[in-house]
């Protein structure tokens, strides 16, 4: 499995919108991957995890067919990760020639309710019939296409219960770790009791450098978290850890922070980095 990191920024992005804080501002003179936009990721070329405003932007400069997109799991619907607008252009007179002929949202009730209520009653029928909406309970490991999907529940201040996923294809496994902060005890016998051994765990770093814990994570946090899912059994010494999310806040541009990251061992996402397991 492969796995693409369209943008790795939190909410605000990096530099942030109206933002003129040093750090910002050194990202602006900087560039490369010091820039970084709303997060997303893709798995192989037929996955997207979260759909933010920076979709068709993250389209464009990774040149991706959207029409192949067949299945997006939705963390939570936290305008920075479930922005469905552009969905209405999925057909008609818009779209042609799609490759996949239906994408499926996958995620909790508060993004099924928010896609069928909200976009897809306004929506031209020849559109909406192009588009799917899953709720997936936690703890359900269920199949969609090639993959195996399994949701837990984030750590996440918001009214909804937010997700994680375990994603398996091939003998493979992720953990995509955005938004929450330590998991909690549920989730670790869930995955204990599974006997699943993590490939690949993608943290959240909202915090960088600093800590939460409550919410969100930083470094620190997902040093302490690793810790905890080697000691489970969750992770191997084989595992690939990386850091990802990460707000303008916490300070430390790219580079400083991949040197610092490198010293445990975690990997720093930027935007269009390209990871296979």
């Not at 978290?225 to 080697?230: G, I, Y």
């Amino acid at each position: 499995m492969k796995l693409k990191y369209l943008g790795t920024a939190a909410a605000e992005g990096w530099p942030a919108v109206f933002c003129n804080c040093d750090y910002c501002n050194k990202a602006r003179e900087r560039g490369g991957k010091s820039i970084r936009t709303r997060s997303q990721a893709m798995v192989n070329d037929d996955m997207l995890i979260d759909f933010p405003a920076d979709t068709y932007h993250h389209a464009l400069v990774n040149n991706l067919n959207l029409s192949k997109i067949k299945h997006t799991l939705i963390t939570h619907t936290h305008s920075d990760h479930f922005i469905p607008v552009d969905l209405a252009f999925r057909g008609i007179c818009f779209a042609h020639n799609l490759i996949s002929e239906k994408i499926t949202f996958i995620g909790n009730e508060a993004m099924n309710s928010l896609l069928k209520e909200q976009y897809l009653k306004s929506m031209y029928k020849e559109v909406a019939d192009k588009i799917e909406s899953v709720y997936l309970p936690l703890f359900k490991p269920t199949q969609f296409g090639d993959y195996t999907i399994t949701a837990l529940h984030a750590n996440h201040k918001t009214d909804e219960i937010a997700y994680v996923y375990v994603i398996q294809k091939d003998n493979k496994t992720m953990l995509y770790l955005h938004d929450t902060g330590f998991l909690a005890p549920e989730n670790h016998e869930y995955l204990k009791n599974s006997g699943i051994i993590i490939d690949l765990i993608s943290y959240d770093c909202t915090f960088v450098l600093g800590r939460d814990g409550n919410g969100h994570l930083g470094l620190p946090d997902c040093i302490e978290l690793r810790e905890q899912l080697f000691v489970d059994g969750i992770v191997s010494k084989k595992t690939v850890h990386v850091i990802n999310h990460f707000s303008h806040n916490g300070g430390t541009l790219h580079e400083e922070l991949e040197a610092e990251a490198a010293k445990s061992g975690f990997l720093t996402s930027y935007d269009c980095m390209e990871i296979e397991i």
